[in-house]
């Protein structure tokens, strides 16, 4: 059974940092993509940085490149996610999820493993 647990999140100020981390079991971490979704109240759950299986090739989305940061470390089975310049609009539940394939993918549909989630919150 896979298990995704993630945690890091918290309350920081806006153009503060945070770095989650997502610990997973259950199936080899190093065979698959792994991405990180947000969720902000009222809207839909969206990627914001997807990792492939070795690591070398990342996707983010256009509201945070620049400023957050993923990588995995496969020997220990944890992907984070480094977030710097926090803005209020960052704000949401982060979820980290692992892919049914190899590659990075944006694609909600293409995770079929999912965490509990993570709360961040930027206050303003």
């Known amino acids: 059974q896979v298990q995704l647990v993630e945690s890091g999140g918290g309350l920081v100020q806006d153009g503060g940092s945070l770095r989650l981390s997502c610990a997973a079991s259950g199936r080899t971490l190093s065979n698959y993509g792994m991405g990180w979704f947000r969720q902000a109240p009222g809207k839909a759950r969206e990627c914001v940085a997807s990792?492939?299986?070795?690591?070398?090739?990342?996707r983010y989305a256009d509201s945070v490149k620049g400023r957050f940061t993923i990588s995995r470390d496969n020997a220990r089975n944890t992907v984070n996610l480094q977030m710097n310049s926090l803005k209020p609009e960052d704000t949401a539940v982060y979820y980290c999820a692992q892919a049914a394939e190899q590659y990075s993918s944006i694609i909600r549909t293409d995770y079929p493993y999912w965490g509990q989630g993570t709360l961040v919150t930027v206050s303003s």
């Open positions: 990792i492939n299986w070795s690591g070398g090739i990342t």
